[in-house]
């Protein structure tokens, strides 16, 4: 039982640096959150550093989700790495050190995804970057990334892992429900480079 507080708790912690707002205070003397939608994610970063922030923040993003599922294998504890890694994405979007105001967990659970189940995760990147190559939304492909996990995981993985990316998906529809409305007003952004 102790084991699995301090998972949960280091899993948490790990999930709320905010590397957005690290990056940009440390390398560009910017406060990322007082600029374009003011999240402390990856497409925030891209469009407001560029593309070499972008992809240091996303990697970063998606290694301390892979590193908080991995938890119980470092900590020899009875618990699956996808339960592990819940309290990083809640982390990431809710971060103790950025007053509770993060980002949409995208990156973060890509990479907890990216520990338990390495096949389902590149598929799910594959699903994700051709919904990109394809509408040019970061956010209707996020939310295609998160469907695609459930289907695939209905034909790759165990009923756990199924169960546990249906939670995943239903709070990145609910993180990106303003991105939702804006997406049927075609007032979403569209990136550029793809």
Known sequence: MIDTVIIILLSYLLGSIPFALLVGKIGYGIDIRQHGSGNLGGTNTFRTLGKKAGFIVSAADVLKGTLAASLPLLLNADLHPLVAGIPAVIGHCYPVF????GGKAV??????????EPLLFLLVLLTFFLSLYISKYVSLSSIMAGVGSVILSLLLADNITTYILIGFTLFLLYRHRQNIVRIAKKTEPKVKWI
């Open 98 to 101: 950025a007053k509770f105001k």
């Open 107 to 116: 990156a973060t659970s890509g990479g907890v995804l990216l520990f338990a």
